[in-house]
């Protein structure tokens, strides 16, 4: 448990008043995952859905 919340830290969640950032994230994350475009990827990164970017390095 005390996991999940340090994630939920670190994600800011506790820090927004809705799990959606506004209509077009929640419209995604109803439906819109189904069958995701360039358009919704484009919202994605201009309206930031998506908490902290985090680099990942594969091993080698």
């Not at 820090?15 to 109803?30: C, I, K, M, Q, V």
């Not at 475009?37 to 484009?42: L, M």
């Amino acid at each position: 448990m005390s996991g999940c919340g340090e994630l939920a830290r670190q994600s800011e969640f506790w820090e927004h008043d809705t799990a959606y950032r506004n209509f077009d994230h929640l419209g995604f994350s109803w439906c819109g995952y189904k069958k995701p475009t360039a358009e919704t990827q484009i919202k994605s990164q201009e309206q930031q859905w998506w908490g902290i970017p985090v680099e990942w390095i594969p091993e080698k």
